[in-house]
């Protein structure tokens, strides 16, 4: 019932942005190609989590390993976490791009 | 994920059923620890009335808490016992364990506590995700632990939100079962 609502806001949302913003014709490999961005960003997102929780699991495991102090492994169960990897996905997206764009 | 009931069908799968018979204690494991006012997180609350609802519903004549302190906040376990105690559960029902943790930990330690009473058979008060993990555990450490999971959401979110939450859940009790099995402890 809500996951309905909320995937008919998106998909109204989505299709007033196509309209407004899909003035010529010719414009469907744009949008093949935004298509192929997003998932090519969602994948470095997914990519840039697991290196975080695998990084810092193995950071804890470390320390308690090391030392006689004890950290929780859930800390990482926090939702910072997910958000920080856009940003860091975001970035390398960018980055990876910008190094394929030629310079003007 | 969040659009469709996957996580909940996953979490049905892999959840253990309630088993509420009687037994020697009700073990209610820590969850969250105490917040900065020095109230219990939602979590803990949660399996801490579910495991005192248990003890006046006559399952168990003693009462297990477990909770480690965390930073300069009081230890989970002392301020579960002092909850249980002003709900009317008499101090000598009450066993307190603040040193554990880790699941194992707790396992081993309450092994160690309840034995010497002759409690074998448990009630293991825990999430839904982690009654797996936490029952295999409390197996190894010579108890014979009985599931009383302290929620089962996976029939009652059906939220975008709630299942992200409820997948997340899974990806960690998951995590954490793997990590379990390599290391040995399972």
């Known amino acids: 019932m809500y996951a309905g609502f909320i995937v008919a806001v998106l998909a109204v949302s989505s299709v007033l942005v196509w309209a407004f913003t899909a003035r010529r014709r010719g414009d469907e490999a744009r949008w093949r190609a935004t298509g192929l961005a997003l998932c090519e960003f969602a994948g470095l997102w997914a990519l840039a989590l697991i290196v975080d929780v695998v990084v810092g699991v193995a950071v804890i495991l470390s320390v308690r390993a090391a030392t006689s102090f004890f950290i929780s492994v859930y800390v990482l169960n926090d939702v910072s ?7 860091q996905a975001f970035v390398l997206y960018w980055r990876r791009h910008s190094a394929l764009t030629p310079a003007a | 994920m969040a659009y469709t009931p996957v996580p909940n069908l996953v979490d049905r799968a892999f959840s253990l059923p309630a088993q509420l018979e009687p037994a020697g204690a009700i073990v209610v494991l820590a969850a969250g620890g105490v917040r900065g006012d020095g109230t219990l997180s939602n979590t803990s609350l949660r399996r801490t009335l579910y495991g005192i609802d248990l ?3 006559g399952l168990a004549p003693v009462l297990a808490l477990s909770g480690p302190p965390r930073g300069r906040a009081p230890a989970e376990g002392d301020v579960r016992s002092a909850l249980a105690r002003e709900i009317g559960v008499p101090a000598g029902a009450i ?3 603040t040193t554990a943790r880790t699941t194992r930990e707790e396992a081993e330690r309450m092994s160690t506590m309840l ?8 009630l293991l008060v825990v999430d839904a995700e982690g009654a797996r993990r936490a029952t295999r555990l409390f197996q190894r450490s010579g108890l014979e632990p009985l599931p009383a999971p302290a929620e089962d959401v996976s029939g009652l979110d059906d939220s975008p939100e709630g299942r992200l939450d409820l997948a997340r859940r899974l990806a960690i009790e998951l995590f954490a079962l793997a990590y379990y099995r390599a290391a040995g402890y399972l």
């Open chain 1, 81 to 87: 976490l997910a958000i920080a990897s856009a940003l």
């Open chain 2, 55 to 57: 003890y006046r519903r």
């Open chain 2, 95 to 97: 066993l307190v364990e």
């Open chain 2, 115 to 122: 034995r010497p009473h002759g409690i074998r058979r448990v």
